[in-house]
């Protein structure tokens, strides 16, 4: 299985960016998820969602603001980010987990390569 993940960049503080991370190589059904790493900080659960699509979850930091979505038939998941903090400042990452996913960073089998967002003041 291989992620690629794409779509960050510099943004001012409200505005707004989207990620995407394409699966390839799957298997079977599969949970993704975004995560970030902030410099000298621990990675994080930015948010998750399941196979069907039908539940997601998302790190209270980022709820109202972000969005997780999928399309199953082109194996990508997408990020949407608005309202842009300079605390969302990380490189991003996305997961895959062939069984139902979660929120820590052991439950996911396959990372993609990060992507960097950078967000100005």
């Known amino acids: 299985v291989q992620l690629q993940a794409s779509g960050g960049g510099l943004v001012q503080a409200g505005g707004s960016l989207s990620l995407s991370c394409a699966a390839s190589g799957t298997r079977s059904s599969y949970a993704m998820a975004w995560f970030r790493q902030a410099p000298g900080k621990e990675r994080e659960f930015v948010a998750g969602?399941?196979?069907?699509?039908?539940?997601?979850n998302y790190a209270d930091s980022v709820k109202g603001r972000f969005t997780i979505s999928r399309e199953k038939l082109k194996n990508t998941v997408y990020l949407q980010m608005n309202s842009l903090k300079p605390e969302d400042t990380a490189v991003y990452y996305c997961a895959l987990d062939e069984g139902y996913g979660g929120i820590r960073s052991y439950e996911y089998d396959y990372w993609g390569q990060g992507t960097q967002v950078t967000v100005s003041s």
């Open positions: 969602i399941t196979w069907s699509g039908s539940s997601t």
